[in-house]
């Protein structure tokens, strides 16, 4: 896989995740057009795309697209499913998953997407093994929590 | 699924304005992302936002930079720089801090700080450099959740030439007890082969164990490396196709845990991959394919639930059937599963169907009969990618009936198109087939018009550049060249009475160089006339300086008659005062030609195109030039790719920028060389050269070298012939098929129907049977007619024919006379004596020395001249064992020539075998050069003739030693071709590859190519030098790179023994041994050094090897590895 956007049905760009090394103008120039072309697309057309040499597969729940792009000699079908399994484990891990859990914890669903997707290709397909890495990860989270000074929270340190 | 996501940002204000709203408490509402997000989200208008965020950003500017700011609190900035820089705003101040929160922070922390460098820096980014250390560190702690992280980052980016810091300890958690661990581990060297495969080249045998885990995520984790490494090279791995198979048995069975089911399919993802690694390792090979044909039908069999996910699987079966060797019984079934998809409502699984339609419709054209009318209902589908795979499918079955059809359609879709890659490449397509398929000249004239107006400056430079040369040269008949030149000179003609300021400027090139070379075939258009045209087209506005050039080049070639005059004084007059020069030159050029008619006819003589041209492709009319040049002292001449390697390495900055400028120089150039863009077409074009310098001359014959390489059309032709040839004889004959198709409706077909049908059988014809006959019998002329004269000999039909044969030869039994007769006395003496010394000689002599030897990877047999050894031959990999012997080395010895039987040379290798032809190679070292030998012995009874052979190489420099080229071989006799080899660049192994090419007695050509790898080290010299030469040398050299390497243990002095070994095997040369460190040094052929320095440090060699040639290092390393593990 070459890189996995996420985009709301207003083209505000969610997460995105770059598998291969591109200029930032580059990104922003790639963004723009998939977004744009996506939106403009009918709900009953076709999930995939051609898109200069490479293959776009998206697929869109509620009003968050996912969109992923792939070479051509990959199969169209699988990389749905990949977008359906990582869909399933956001809406595990935060139960029932809506967008705003995605806006204001983005950082979270980065996570998943790495234990599920590493370096462009499948990782783990266990949806298990996939929530208990998240997990092991977010109990240091909760240790690290308890000293928090007041000071602290109120910003003055 | 959708009602997973049921919250929509419908919901969002509400959200933000109560805070207590279930849900919201999942949001951490105090934090200052949340409050950043919510602050942009009730913002109207680009620009507020615009302000927000870069107010933003200096807070958080100030924040990250002041000392005080806590590692908690430096992980909430970076989420939020985070936010900005994915809202599309830069936040690269950011960057060294998140190095510095993955450093230093706790766990926590230290997650998100490896998320953000994940997320702002690129590959080659050179903070990246800095993040290396924490990266050690992390994969040496006792924290899983730490190791976890570092193999995380490492599998995304990590600098390429830091990766030996770090390949320890990755390898070492291959054998972690965590699966996770040894998942993610397995994942990080993935990536290290992806970037630098030399480096991982030593742990094969690792992936092996990984493929043999037993938790299948590290297993499957393992097939992303297997998938590589077989798509690189698919002989290589062969023997596992067995254990693929097996793997596959047991996951279609069910045999994985249940958390690897998806939707209650077993482990999809992993049955995908390994369906993937099949068809790679099936391809054109039956003995493979044989094992899979089981596993293949019980993966389709099992695929029958009716979900997304066995579609997939389906679809990936398909299409490993159609690569591998074929069996009718799954091809069936295959063909089956395409057709259910095809005929799927799901416009997803169309288009899948459409896709595996397309791959194998050359294979199989009869399955595209039988599903016509589908493919004219999605012809015309709404969504243009349905349309455009259809339209895929048509190029692939178009032949010499229904070209005028497709590509009307093709044309259909190109008016609409909006993408301009589309367009691209549509254009190609269409100007292919029109060329090939083209059923006469008025027709192909109008169709690239099309193109060509349509294309407009999008289109590839070799679209025009063909067309041109298919015009000049012509065909074989000629009165066909002179109607399609004629129909070409009153289209254009027309056209530009018509509009030409709608026309695009290649199109107005193509059509000044046509009407300036064969306006005057039309009798009655005055030259006048089409001056006055081409005038016009220089004033446009838009015509930019090269197709003004091309126009003047184009008057300048009708600078006749009374008429004209007065305007070409006019425009020559003009231009010469231009501020471009190149157009001032060909104003120049116009000027003094016209005023000059003898000197006019002498330099564009018409019709120059009927004599072939002589081209002198070495330049040896320049040697005198160059020697002189040379003698006062000018730098010796590099080619461009040369020159920028060197540019490269004394930079070492991105190449981009210029790689760029490669082609845009080559057109300028081009056009000062004041050439048709068909550099081959040469009649006016190079005859209009005439005047320039010899100098120029050279520039252009060295382009048409290239030119004609890339762009071959004949190549081309031969390809897609080939292709054709392919179609197999099919059951059914097409108006049966179509009568099928029709019958299937029960209804008598309404009017729209009757117009698909009428399109159907205009699209399909030629398909069938008896259409597939003849459009090898009767359509092949008619394509001909459109293919420019056979001018060389060795024409690309032949080459066609070749028989691609690299492979081991079959056995064949040499005749005993090989080795005793018709030997040159002068060679065979020498080594006769010492055959007869030899009690396995007279075994070899009875031609029986097809000995059961050892496979010895070692190229070089001791210092002895181990002429009489019973060697196996060996091609490198681990398959050797089975191959029959069919060479006689003993016999081949004896031909050795003179100057190398003293000398250490290789076992005896077979390359190639063709029609009694067999062809062996082995190399000898001496002291400045590797000599490749290339021995040819015909064994059949029949002199062959115009024998050629030509070796060549992209990693070697190959000069032939022989006096004379061996031109022909009499029966039963060996010739013997000398080479001197050096290295143009390292590499693990260096290859060579080459062509013989020879006719048989009875006048058919036969080509056949073969390849010769040889290892680093036959091209590796001891360099001797004195420590303080050393200290100076080690000190310049920029490429290194470091590792551990074992030592030879149980010996007394270990570092003394392993530097022993490696310069034994290796032909370093040991500078000094001080204590427990040593120097070495070597060379690699010419002369290109590379240091190493060792110290022995914890029961390891550590080396560090240095050189000015990036890669040696890690090349030799290599070598030195493989040598100390075979002790």
Redesign the interface.
């Given at each position: 896989m070459q890189f996995m956007l996420l985009f709301?049905?207003?083209g505000k760009?969610?997460?995105?995740?770059?598998?291969v090394?591109?200029?930032?103008k580059e990104k922003?120039k790639i963004t723009r057009e998939l977004v744009q072309t996506i939106l403009a697309r009918k709900a009953?057309?076709?999930?995939?795309?051609?898109?200069?040499?490479l293959k776009i597969v998206y697929k869109?729940?509620?009003?968050?697209y996912f969109c992923c792009a792939i070479e051509e000699q990959d199969?169209?079908?699988?990389t749905?499913?990949i977008i359906?399994?990582y869909?399933?484990l956001l809406?595990k891990y935060?139960g029932?998953?809506?967008?705003?859990?995605i806006?204001?914890?983005?950082?979270k669903a980065?996570?998943i997407l790495?234990e599920f997707l590493?370096?462009g290709?499948?990782?783990?397909?266990?949806?298990?093994?996939v929530l208990k890495?998240i997990e092991?990860?977010d109990l240091?989270?909760e240790d690290?929590e308890t000293p928090r000074s007041v000071l602290?929270e109120i910003?003055l340190? | 699924m959708s009602d997973v996501v049921e919250k929509t940002l419908t919901a969002l204000p509400s959200l933000l304005s109560f805070d207590s709203q279930p849900g919201a408490a999942k949001l951490s509402s105090t934090s200052k992302l949340a409050s950043l997000i919510r602050g942009i989200t009730e913002l109207t208008s680009k620009h507020e936002e615009e302000k927000l965020i870069q107010q933003e950003l200096v807070a958080i500017k100030d924040q990250v930079s002041s000392p005080n700011t806590s590692m908690r609190q430096m992980k909430e900035l970076m989420v939020r720089a985070i936010y900005c820089e994915m809202l599309g705003y830069e936040a690269s101040f950011c960057y060294i801090h998140a190095i510095k929160l993955a450093q230093q922070g706790t766990a926590l922390d230290k997650r998100v700080g490896y998320l953000a460098v994940a997320l702002f820096l690129h590959e080659s980014h050179e903070l990246l450099l800095l993040l290396v250390n924490t990266v050690l560190k992390d994969l040496q702690s006792t924290n899983l959740i730490e190791v976890c992280m570092a193999l995380t980052i490492v599998s995304q980016l990590f600098p390429k030439d830091m990766i030996p810091a770090i390949l320890p300890l990755v390898e070492e958690k291959l054998t972690h007890p965590k699966e996770i661990i040894r998942r993610k581990a397995v994942l990080a060297l993935y990536k290290f082969y992806l970037i630098a495969p030399n480096q991982v080249q030593h742990i094969h045998n690792k992936f092996r164990k990984a493929l043999c885990d037993k938790d299948p995520g590290v297993m499957t984790a393992s097939l992303h490396i297997y998938l590589q490494m077989i798509k690189e090279n698919p002989e290589g791995y062969k023997d596992l196709t067995g254990s693929f198979v097996t793997i596959l048995k047991q996951v279609v069975g069910g045999k994985l845990p249940m958390d690897y089911n998806y939707h209650s399919v077993p482990s999809p993802w992993l049955q995908i991959q390994l369906l993937r690694i099949l068809s790679l390792l099936g391809k054109d090979d039956q003995s493979s394919s044989e094992i899979m044909y089981e596993v293949l039908d019980e993966s389709l069999r099992r695929a029958e639930m009716n979900h997304n996910i066995t579609y997939a699987i389906l679809y990936e079966c398909v299409k490993c059937i159609y690569t591998i060797h074929p069996k009718d019984e799954l091809l069936e079934k295959a063909a089956k599963c395409i057709g259910n998809f095809i005929l799927s409502p799901k416009i997803n699984l169309k288009y899948i169907g459409l896709k595996a339609l397309t791959y194998v419709v050359q294979q199989d054209p009869k399955l595209a009969l039988q599903h016509q009318m589908t493919i004219i209902e999605c012809l015309d589908h709404p969504d243009l990618i349905i349309k455009r795979e259809t339209l895929e499918l048509l190029f692939r079955i178009t032949n010499g009936k229904n070209v005028t059809v497709i590509v009307e359609k093709l044309l259909d879709f190109l008016r609409t198109s909006k993408d301009d890659y589309t367009t691209i490449d549509l254009m190609g397509k269409v100007a292919e087939v029109a060329e090939k398929y083209a059923p006469d000249n008025k027709w192909f004239i109008a169709t690239m018009n099309t193109v060509f107006s349509l294309g407009g400056d999008l289109m590839q430079p070799d679209i025009p550049n063909n067309f041109l040369k298919l015009i000049s040269e012509g065909f074989d008949d000629g009165e066909q060249d002179r109607m399609l030149r004629l129909f070409a000179v009153d289209s254009y003609v027309s056209l530009l009475q018509g509009e030409p300021e709608k026309l695009p400027q290649r199109f107005l090139q193509v059509i000044s160089w046509v009407l300036g070379e064969y306006s005057h075939l039309r009798e009655d258009l005055e030259p006048a006339t089409v001056v006055r045209l081409l005038a016009h087209v220089l004033d446009l506005k838009q015509a930019s300086s090269e197709t003004k050039s091309w126009v003047l080049l184009a008057m300048t070639k009708l600078c006749e008659g009374e008429a004209a005059m007065s305007v070409l004084q006019g425009v020559s007059e003009t231009y010469s005062s231009s501020m471009d020069t190149v157009l001032r030159q060909r104003a120049q050029e116009l000027q003094n030609l016209h005023l000059n008619p003898e000197l006019w006819a002498r330099v564009l003589p018409r019709d120059a195109f009927t004599e072939p041209l002589e081209v002198d492709s070495s330049l040896s009319f320049l040697d005198g030039y160059v020697s002189e040049a040379l003698a006062a002292g000018a730098a010796p001449y590099k080619s461009p790719h040369q020159r920028q390697e060197e540019l490269a390495q004394a930079k070492a900055v991105s190449m981009e920028p210029y790689g760029l400028s490669l082609p845009i120089s080559m057109s300028l150039s081009s056009l000062d060389g004041r050439q048709s863009p068909t550099l081959l077409s040469m009649s006016s074009g190079l005859s209009g050269d005439s005047t320039d310098h010899s100098h120029k001359a050279g520039t252009t014959t060295l382009k048409l070298d290239k030119v004609k390489r890339v762009w071959g059309r004949e190549g081309y032709l031969a390809q897609r012939e080939s292709a054709v040839v392919e179609v197999p004889s099919p059951v059914h004959s097409a108006d049966q098929i179509e009568e099928v198709g029709i019958s299937q409706d029960p209804t008598p077909p309404p009017v729209a129907d009757q117009e698909k049908q009428q399109l159907a059988s205009s699209l399909f014809v030629g398909l069938g049977s008896q259409t597939s006959s003849s459009l090898m019998g009767k359509s092949e002329p008619k394509h001909q007619r459109l293919r420019k004269k056979a001018k060389d000999p060795v024409s690309s039909s032949e080459i066609s024919k070749q028989t691609s044969n690299s492979i081991f030869p079959p056995p064949i039994s040499v005749d005993n006379l090989l080795c005793n007769s018709n030997m040159d006395p002068k060679k065979s003496l020498p080594s006769c004596t010492q055959m007869t010394e030899s009690s396995q000689g007279s075994a070899a002599a009875n031609g029986t020395c097809a000995a059961e030897g050892e496979f010895t990877e070692g190229d070089v047999q001791g210092p002895e001249p181990s002429l009489f050894r019973d060697n196996r031959l060996t091609i490198a990999g681990s398959c050797e064992t089975e191959e029959p012997v069919g060479m006689k080395d003993l016999c081949l010895t004896s031909y050795l020539p003179a100057d190398c039987i003293g000398a250490n040379h290789s076992e005896f290798t077979p390359l190639c075998s063709s029609h009694g032809v067999h062809l062996s190679a082995c190399h000898v070292h001496k002291d400045d050069t590797l000599v490749l030998l290339v021995f040819i012995s015909n064994s059949s009874n029949s002199d062959v003739h115009q024998f050629i052979v030509q070796v060549d190489s992209g990693d070697v420099e190959v000069s032939c030693l022989s006096e004379s080229p061996v031109e022909e071989l009499r029966c039963h006799h060996v010739e013997v071709c000398q080479y001197s080899l050096t290295a143009k660049r390292p590499s693990v192994h260096l290859e060579v590859s080459g062509l013989v090419s020879f006719n048989m007695p009875d006048r058919t050509p036969q080509t056949t190519h073969f390849s010769y790898k040889l290892p680093l080290p036959s091209f590796i010299r001891p360099l001797e030098l004195s420590t303080e030469e050393y200290g100076t040398m080690w000190l310049a050299f920029s490429h290194d790179t470091k590792q551990n390497l074992t030592l030879v243990a149980d010996v007394q002095d270990s570092l003394r023994a392993t530097l022993d070994v490696l310069e034994r095997k290796l032909h370093l040369h040991v500078v000094a041994i001080i204590g427990m460190e040593g120097i070495v040094a070597c060379r690699l052929l010419p002369d290109q050094p590379c240091l190493m320095h060792c110290r022995v440090h914890g029961g390891t060699l550590a080396v560090w090897l240095r050189s000015p040639v990036p890669d040696l290092p890690d090349c030799l390393l290599y070598h030195c590895q493989r040598a100390l593990q075979e002790v």
């Open positions: 709301s049905r207003q760009l969610r997460l995105q995740k770059w598998y090394p591109l200029s930032d922003k009953k057309m076709c999930s995939f795309l051609e898109w200069r040499d869109r729940y509620a009003s968050l199969n169209e079908l699988i749905l499913e359906h399994r869909v399933e809406d935060f029932s998953v809506c967008e705003l859990d806006i204001f914890n983005f950082e980065y996570f790495d590493l370096g290709e499948a990782q783990e397909t266990s949806k298990k093994n890495a092991q990860g240091l989270q690290g602290e910003g340190t | -």
